[in-house]
């Protein structure tokens, strides 16, 4: 049975494994970010112009019809939590 005993050999041997992963690693990720960001890119895309879309089909009026697109609000409207108001004279 071997026992491995920490040297300068099995250092160095570590040391040029951990390069290898990362310079692989980072020549994969340069080989396929494109690829994965356009793919990511066309996806969002897809969704803003099916949501696009879905605003222009419910935006068609017929010619002649009339369209009310939300209630009107009151402009008068009395506002209790204000509180009292109260008229003033300026005084010289």
Excluded: C, W
């Amino acid at each position: 049975m071997e026992i491995h005993q920490a040297g300068p050999l099995n250092f160095l041997k570590t040391i040029l494994i951990i390069l290898f992963i990362y310079y692989a690693f980072k020549f994969l990720v340069r080989l396929f970010a494109p690829y994965l960001m356009k793919k990511m890119v066309n996806k969002m895309q897809q969704k803003a112009e099916e949501q696009f879309g879905n605003q222009q089909k419910e935006n068609q009026v017929n010619v002649g019809e009339t369209v009310i697109d939300k209630k009107p609000t009151k402009a008068n409207k009395s506002n209790d939590s204000v509180g009292e108001y109260v008229d003033f004279e300026e005084i010289d």
